[in-house]
């Protein structure tokens, strides 16, 4: 034992001396309540709820211009293993190494996740409890005034000696590659994100399908007072080969009144079909491809793909109060007008393009540096008929879903 206790303290000593080594991990268990949660519940629904949890163990570690990390993931609906088998669940999360080649240059490669922008686009999902992560390479130049990102993705499902047939994983990108462009200018920052995915076409083994999606993204920060405009158009072709020709657009306004309170506002724009249109053959719904869904549209997530619209788009303007410095609270009050963006058609008649509105309750307590508490609450009200066509459903009652999740960090080792 003895012998032991010495290696480990010359261990640790050398990695003290020639190394930042940090070991911590992740708990998030999160309760949830649904009552007409992502679809509009019926007179003889009757509610869900459950527990799932999410479990992280990462390894960071950065030494002579090279940091790598290694994350561990459990997954688990609570009650969903059987007693006494033993199923597996646990999977890589991320494995990457980044190499600073200069003091702004960097490469980093393995699976790795991030988020752009506002995450709108692409992100890691965090509500999501396995979330979002890439296997590529990506490059980063980052100076004060001017950011640089590209992210290059190439997939296969298995090792082959011919070809690169995907069909195995045929409803994965086969081609991803992500270009971030930020430039600020005093108060003013412009920037350009473009992303290129390629699908392979079902039920081939060589044919490609292509999507673009580029944009401009303008802000606007001085004082209390943010402002933020966003435009993108996406062309291509779509997974099944459909030609492409769809647009996204948003405007955000925020001004904070006090060191404690912050409004906003704005709308986003998601371009649709027009089912009055009889000719047209193209794919006119926007596709938020690999950005975060609950973060925007409300957290009941009607509306997070175009099919959840019957690809006719989707208009939502918003308001929202956030309030914090009330101890450890963060308070935010969000309201939602949620309407198609174009015209739908059922029946054979013409709907009214009104969905309904959202409101929603989230409150975050720090309980100190490694715990968190979060809850929500959200009620969908005047649901549309149009809406009930979209969903399939006759409604009846309140639309309502209630979560509350807690968050534990801590650091079991760091130099």
Known sequence: MKRIALVLLLLTVFVSAQAQFKIDAEYRPRFEFRDGYSTLKTENSDPAYFITQRTRLNFNHTHNKLT????????????????????????????WFKLQLTDYLSITSGRQSFNIDNKRLFSSANWNQVSFSHDGVSLDYN???????????FNQANVSNFGTDYSAQINNYKFLNVI??????????????TITDGYQKEGTTSTDYYRLTSGLVFKFNKDASNFQFRGFYQTGKN??????????????????????????????????????????QKDNAFDILYGTRHAYNGILDYFSIPSTTKNAGLFDGYLKADISKIRNWKLAVQYHYFALANNYVFNEELQDKFLGHEIDLIANYKINDDVALQMGY??????????????????????????????????????
Do not use: C
Not at 68 to 95: C, H
């Open 239 to 280: 997974k099944t080969g459909q030609e492409i020709s769809a647009y996204y657009t948003s405007i955000s306004y925020a001004n904070k009144l006090s060191s404690s309170l912050t409004l906003s506002g704005g709308f986003e724009l998601l371009s649709g079909t027009d089912y009055t249109d009889s000719e047209n």
């Open 378 to 415: 959200a009620l969908f009200l005047g649901a549309s008929t149009t809406l009930e066509h979209l969903k399939g459903v006759e409604s009846d009652g309140i639309q309502q879903f209630f979560y509350t999740m807690i968050t534990v960090k801590p650091t079991f080792f760091k130099n």
């Open 180 to 193: 971030w462009l930020e430039k600020k200018i005093k108060d003013f920052t412009l920037a350009n994100l």
């Open 143 to 153: 100076k004060k005034t001017f950011n640089f990102k590209m992210l290059t993705a």
């Open 68 to 95: 790598t990390r290694i994350s561990i993931q459990d997954y688990r609906v609570w009650g969903d293993q059987k007693f006494k088998l033993d199923d597996p669940s646990m999977n890589l999360y991320e494995a």
